[in-house]
């Protein structure tokens, strides 16, 4: 089965300045809330990473800092290369049937490991529960990419949260800008299980919820003038889907936030959106 997109994350050195820069876009930020690891007897020990969220229906972006030992934490060698989008996260109704279908196909993954948070949101309080493993770095180096099994969804993706000002209901897909980008889409499809499509800037894979899009320095120069990775490969951005994109439109019109586009997608520079493109677009 073909997963979908859970989340993407944002890793930045300021998590209070990485909300404020968020709520300045228009999204609507949750409350925070510290990543632990938890052991089978529900005890709890502090991964060192601080956490807040824009959450939309069936996905959500994370918003995190890294706060403990960054020489032992598992997002080291991502922050050693820049700040900014570097987390993709695939869907998995069982982590553990999940890995054994990579196991098969020639990617050796780790086990899977029990994780969580703390939340305290409008529509519930509770651990939000959660079990993963991560894509090894031989396998994908194009972004820190995991699989997660969602134990606590309803807590997760709380619906009173998903009212976002700018009009942003869904992450649509995410940009990664690599050197060979088909290269880059095999590897993706790869681990996902899906399959490359051609683009007009490069490749596509479609994921069951959301797509990942590849594409070289030079295209992305095209669809967004003046941004430059700060390395290769990079997870460029993502894009939200607004079913109301007169009303986007209108937000970003009103702002003075210094957006780019028109007609049919608007966008913002990582230098406004902590490391991070950041565009909305209507849904496709």
């Not at 529509?123 to 991560?134: L, V």
């Not at 941004?227 to 951005?237: D, E, F, N, S």
Request: proline share 7%; net charge negative.
């Amino acid at each position: 089965m073909i997963p979908g997109l859970d989340h993407i994350g944002i890793v930045g050195a300021d998590l209070e300045a990485m909300e404020t820069a968020y709520a300045r876009l228009g999204f609507t930020v949750a409350p925070r809330c510290e990543l632990v690891a938890l052991a089978e007897d529900g005890s709890a020990t502090p991964l060192g990473q601080v956490n807040s969220h824009l959450v939309f229906g069936r996905t959500y972006v994370e918003l995190t800092a890294v706060e403990g030992d960054l020489e032992t934490h598992h997002l080291r060698d991502a922050i050693a290369r820049y700040y900014g989008f570097h987390i993709v996260v695939l869907t998995a109704d069982d982590a553990d049937a999940a890995r054994s279908r990579l196991t098969e196909s020639g990617i050796d993954a780790p086990p899977t490991a029990l994780a969580g948070r703390e939340v305290r949101y409008p529509g519930g309080d509770g651990m939000a529960g959660f079990r993963w493993f991560r894509v090894p770095d031989a396998d994908l180096p194009d972004a820190f990419v995991c699989y997660v099994e969602q134990l606590t969804p309803d807590l997760v993706f709380d619906a009173s949260l998903n009212d976002h000002p700018n009009g942003a209901r869904e992450l649509q897909d995410i940009l990664i800008c690599a050197d060979d980008p088909a290269a880059a889409a095999a590897r993706f499809a790869r681990a996902s299980g899906a399959v490359v499509s051609g683009a007009p800037d490069g490749s596509r894979v479609d994921l069951a919820v959301g797509r990942a899009r590849f594409l070289d320095t030079e295209a992305l120069q095209r669809v967004f003038p003046g941004v430059m990775p700060p390395a290769l490969p990079w997870a460029a951005g993502f894009t939200a889907s607004c079913p109301d994109f007169a009303a986007t439109q209108r937000f970003f019109r009103d702002s003075d936030l210094p957006w780019h586009g028109g007609a049919d997608r608007l966008w913002l520079a990582p230098d406004h959106a902590c490391g991070a493109i950041v565009a909305f677009a209507p849904p496709e």
